[in-house]
């Protein structure tokens, strides 16, 4: 099947087989179909846009990597209610549809923006996302890549926040769960802190929670003591600012693998916020989109180790398109094994000294070198 942009139109799970490997990403386009077609208050990107960088990353991934011939396309299905339900409550989901059947163009406060077609693309994208899982769980496809908007991880059970409606992730987690699996990883990358993830499974034994982010910033949240009731299973990793591909390499050794090897989980997913790149414009870390490849590939290293390589990426932030065309560019080529270099994209700051804090976070969830 030939790949073209009017493929973007709707929304669609892309599968890809690469000896092997096959990938899948969900991309949910205007073009006459339901669009999430808001600014957001930042006035810096706009959803539009960065679907249409990845877009145009996923074509150049296809077209480099001769990917073309093993193209399988797989039409998004609209999310049953009872999967959002296993996080959201029925009032909020109710008043979610009803909002943007009204009209109305922020949930709750301004960040949240809405047009009349977000509700049903924010179903779309639920059900391509859990789609791709099922796919996934059921062998049929190895790892993935979903592409999706809104993003979800600051979605509490009861309230939007921070330009998230639903929570995707955490739909996700609880729907593989309903469907058997025993055991799930959530890491999170992005540079904000995933407080809906954290709080929709801060008393569930089942789900492994790990964010990264930057300290200091939107929500707030996100310190390394926080959920103490959770040690060991919910960690937090608060970087300075300008933390990159080198911090970000002792993280993912020292922090996420002995957490992955410890819960063993029978699904990893993986918030996949490009915002952590060293020129967004609303953040301050230092990963260069080589970082975000070396990130991605150890935690697809970590999926083969640990749970038969089934590893799912879902889209969170990023606030300049290119950066989020490079990080999706790079998780493509983590996730079929391919070599990723970007050397243009070199951060220009120093990182930080955090051995300490690495130290201090291992410590205190007893992780072992
Ligand atoms: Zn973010």
Not at 56 to 74: H, K, N
Not at 282 to 310: K, M, N, P, W, Y
Not at 332 to 351: K, Q, T
Request: aromatic share 6%; net charge negative; charged share 20%.
């Amino acid at each position: 099947m030939i790949l073209s942009k009017q493929h973007y139109a709707l929304p669609l799970v892309v599968g890809v087989d690469v000896g092997g490997t096959k990938i899948a990403a969900a991309l949910v386009d205007a073009d006459g179909v339901p669009l999430h077609r808001v600014r957001y208050p930042t006035e810096l990107s706009s959803p539009q846009a960065t679907l249409d960088s990845i877009a145009r990353a996923v074509d150049q991934v296809i077209e480099e990597a001769g990917l073309l011939p093993m193209l399988v396309l797989i039409k998004a299905k609209r999310a049953e209610q009872r999967w959002i339900e296993t996080v959201h409550s029925v009032d909020q989901l109710q008043r979610l549809e009803k909002s943007c059947l009204l009209g109305v163009t922020e949930f709750d406060c301004p960040d949240n923006q809405m047009c009349r077609d977000t509700f049903e693309t924010s179903m779309l994208a639920i059900g391509g996302i859990l789609e791709t899982a099922k796919l996934l769980m059921g062998g049929k496809l190895d790892n993935a890549f979903c592409a999706v908007r809104p993003p979800g991880h600051h979605a509490e059970p009861h309230r939007a926040m921070g330009f998230c409606l639903l929570n995707n992730v955490a739909i996700a987690a609880a729907a593989a769960l309903a469907d058997g699996a025993r055991q799930v990883a959530i890491i999170d990358y992005d540079a904000h802190h995933g407080n809906g993830t954290q709080a929709a499974f801060l008393d569930d034994p089942r789900v492994a929670f790990l964010s990264m982010h930057q300290w200091g910033i939107y929500p707030g949240t996100g310190w390394y003591e926080e959920a103490a009731e959770a040690r060991g299973r919910v960690v937090n990793v608060p970087l300075p600012a300008r933390s990159g591909d080198r911090t970000y390499g002792c993280v993912a050794e020292e922090i996420v693998a002995p957490l992955v090897r410890r819960f063993r989980p029978e699904l990893m997913l993986v918030s996949a916020g490009f915002d952590a790149h060293w020129n967004d414009p609303i953040t301050s870390l230092g990963l260069s989109s080589t970082g975000f490849h070396s990130l991605s590939r150890r935690l697809v290293e970590l999926a083969d180790e640990q749970c038969g390589g089934r590893i799912v990426f879902i889209l969170e932030g990023g606030y300049e398109p290119l950066n989020v065309a490079r990080g999706a560019m790079g998780v493509f080529a983590a996730l079929a094994d391919r070599v990723f270099d970007d050397p243009g994209d070199a951060s220009p700051h120093e990182d930080p000294d955090s051995a300490q804090l690495i130290d201090k976070i291992r410590n205190l969830h007893s992780f072992q070198k």
